[in-house]
């Protein structure tokens, strides 16, 4: 249904002219009346009589305006409905982080941006790597920030940052004065790790690997879901751990927590801006600009 023929119809009915009607839609009469033509070869007959001077409605064409009325209407009211929610969508953008990205970095990000556009919410969520990366092809979230392993090509992913990994003891004796761990202790230490799924994890693993290291070697004594629940746990001396610097600047400054470190090993993670491929709405490619930028506002 074309949706313009009917308000031309409409026009022409109200002024009760075909000259008047082409003035106030500023189309030419002739055009005028081949949309007449239009809608009586789509409902296949005649919807205006007309002669030299003046013209009525056929019963059909009453019809047809009374049912023009509603339908056009209906269209403005879904034109302004969808004008409404596409505003509100606008002002809107749903982030999904990884829980240390996200408790530590992505929030100052997050203030950043809003010191620049007020007006827009933002949606923050956190969660594992894997379920943020099926919210963004799942069109759940619109920008996820990520750590680990690059993503797949279902995903656009932009390396956005490098985060120093660091292992973790208590800090009080003996091992604060310890400060160096070598290979066989690292055996028989007990070890704290994230969970599977997790970016933490995922690096720790990686740099094992290429050290010869698999994970049932070491002395595992807890997998935890959180990177607070690892620091409580180190701290209260059930093990050490591996976890991004970020995340513990306060616990190292305040002595709660000491650095040690293992011969040969270096840890660090990759963090990714992640994306649909697809065309994006003006705030949330703002964002996106904004966390590929080097001003991205990690604290």
């Not at 209906?74 to 999904?96: I, K, L, P, Y």
């Not at 982080?97 to 620049?116: D, E, N, R």
């Not at 904004?290 to 506002?297: D, E, F, I, T, V």
Request: aromatic letters at 8%; one cysteine or more; proline letters at 3%.
């Amino acid at each position: 249904m074309n949706v313009r023929l009917l308000q031309a119809f409409i026009v022409i009915v109200d002024t009760g002219s075909f000259s008047k009607a082409a003035g106030r839609l500023f189309i030419s009469q002739p055009a005028l009346s081949q949309n007449v033509k239009q809608l009586e070869a789509q409902f296949k007959t005649r919807l205006i009589q007309r002669d030299s001077r003046n013209f009525c409605l056929t019963e059909a064409g009453r019809i047809l305006y009374q049912h023009a009325l509603r339908v056009t209407k209906a269209a403005v009211e879904m034109e302004d409905e969808m004008q409404r929610f596409q505003t509100v969508c606008d002002q809107h953008v749903s982030v999904g982080a990884t829980s240390v990205i996200g408790g530590y970095a992505v929030p100052c990000s997050v203030f950043i941006f809003k010191q620049k556009y007020p007006e827009v919410s933002i949606k923050l969520k956190l969660a594992n790597r894997r379920q943020i990366l099926e919210d963004i092809r799942s069109d759940l979230l619109d920008v996820g920030i990520i750590e680990g392993e690059q993503p797949d090509s279902s995903v656009l992913a932009d390396e956005i940052h490098l985060e120093e990994m660091i292992v973790i003891a208590p800090g009080r004796e003996p091992w604060h004065m310890q400060q160096q761990l070598s290979i066989s202790e690292l055996f028989t230490a007990p070890l704290i790790i994230r969970e599977e799924g997790s970016a933490t994890r995922w690096a720790v693993e990686q740099v094992f690997r290429k050290a010869g290291i698999e994970l049932r070697q070491l002395n595992i004594v807890l997998e935890l879901t959180s990177s607070d629940s690892i620091k409580a746990a180190v701290e209260a001396g059930h093990g050490i751990s591996i976890l991004p610097r970020i995340a513990v600047k306060k616990e190292l400054y305040n002595k709660a927590l000491c650095q040690l470190k293992i011969d040969s090993l270096s840890f660090a993670q990759r963090s990714y801006v992640v994306y649909k491929n697809k065309p994006q709405r003006s705030v949330a490619a703002k964002f996106i600009k904004l966390m590929k930028s080097p001003a991205n506002g990690f604290c």
